[in-house]
């Protein structure tokens, strides 16, 4: 008995719902009409969690697409961004594979494509259209979401007011060449000779096979650590951690490991489609018929900031905007200048939604 009461216990902690918490007042009293909702919504035959936070069920709605493949951001967006909240519906999507919907890469495993991503979302967008009465959504897409974002918002412009890249991501061959590049060439000044032998040994990206992440990681982790050293020196520094991607009440415990065999499980199927179909979008996705905007750190190398700004240069769209966080990397809106971000957003965007108040002055740089 005592074996089954600890059992069933166990069963309880693992499996006890998430909940977001409501939005209040000054005084702790719940929000009228505020929008606070975990739920799992139904997409293509399937159902998936998103998070749903607004001080207004009339609010504009802006849909988040988290980074990875693999990754959940739930709560980085609630840890750095709640300020959105006030001038949104923030809607974050917990993809197949990810996060709370981590199980759907077993039971679904066919959603876990580049085209199934791309039509989940739109199944999204427009389940967020109708739900809260809108004729159009805000779309912001973070590192790999930025392809999703790229490719929803071309696919069906008629859903979205705008378009916002953050961390842009452009073609995951030559992103990762030039990281394990400028990795080796510092490795080598600097003299790590350990490093630089893993990374002769096992050469150039792009990598396959079931230890996929950890060759990736052998020149990723450097790279995020120069990242950081010159978001230092420009006067910058914080950022995100995993402690904070899954330290709040959406999560039960088994979704915080969920998140984690994300990271590795889900990365090591979705990252290799990337590469066999040489997305490289500056070639491929460069006419719109919405507003475009990038928001990107001046020192990313996850994203190289300089493949963004070529992409930029090639896009023919409606309004073109390319925003500046000078003292950011690959998350200007989870590090230091966060609050800038949230405040960049709301200045420049909330407007569209009421295009005879004036979208503002479109010009200018967050730096």
Wanted: charged residues 20%; contains cysteine; aromatic residues 10%.
């Amino acid at each position: 008995m005592a074996c089954l009461a600890v059992l069933v216990g166990l069963t309880v902690v693992l499996l006890w719902p998430g909940h977001t918490p409501p939005i209040t007042d000054a005084s702790g009293k719940v929000l009228p009409g505020s929008v606070a909702a975990l739920e799992r919504v139904p997409l293509n035959e399937t159902r998936q969690w998103v998070l749903m936070r607004g001080h207004s069920e009339r609010l504009p709605v802006l849909l988040f697409l988290s980074g990875g493949p693999g990754g959940t951001e739930m709560g980085w967006v609630r840890a750095h961004n709640a300020e959105l909240e006030k001038h949104f519906i923030v809607a974050v999507w917990e993809q197949p594979g990810v996060g709370k919907s981590y199980p759907l890469a077993f039971t679904h495993r066919e959603h876990l494509t580049l085209d199934q991503y791309v039509e989940d979302g739109l199944a999204l967008a427009e389940y967020l259209k109708r739900r809260f009465h809108q004729d159009k959504i805000f779309l912001m897409g973070h590192s790999w979401g930025s392809f999703l974002g790229v490719w929803m918002a071309q696919r069906r412009p008629d859903l979205f007011h705008a378009y916002i890249g953050v961390g842009q991501m452009t073609s995951t061959v030559q992103d990762d060449r030039l990281g394990y590049r400028y990795v080796l060439e510092h490795a080598r000044a600097e003299g790590k000779l350990e490093l630089v032998r893993k990374l002769e040994r096992q050469g150039p990206p792009p990598y396959s096979g079931s230890l996929i992440l950890l060759r990736y990681m052998t020149y990723l982790n450097p790279l995020t650590a120069y990242e950081h050293g010159l978001i230092r020196r420009a006067g910058g520094g914080g950022g995100n951690t995993f402690g904070e991607m899954v330290s709040l009440p959406e999560l039960r415990v088994i979704d915080k490991l969920y998140a984690f065999l994300g990271l590795i499980h889900t990365f090591s199927v979705v990252y290799p489609q990337l590469n066999e179909r040489q997305v490289d979008l500056a070639q491929q996705a460069t006419d719109f018929e919405v507003p475009v905007y990038f928001l990107i750190g001046r020192h990313d190398l996850n994203a190289m900031a300089s493949l963004s700004e070529r992409y930029f240069e090639r896009i023919r769209a409606p309004h073109k905007e390319l925003i500046w966080f000078g003292r950011s990397g690959h998350n200007p809106n989870y590090g230091c200048e966060a609050d800038l971000f949230t405040r960049t957003v709301i200045e420049r965007f909330r407007p569209l939604a009421f295009p005879s108040r004036g979208p503002g002055d479109p010009r200018g740089s967050a730096e």
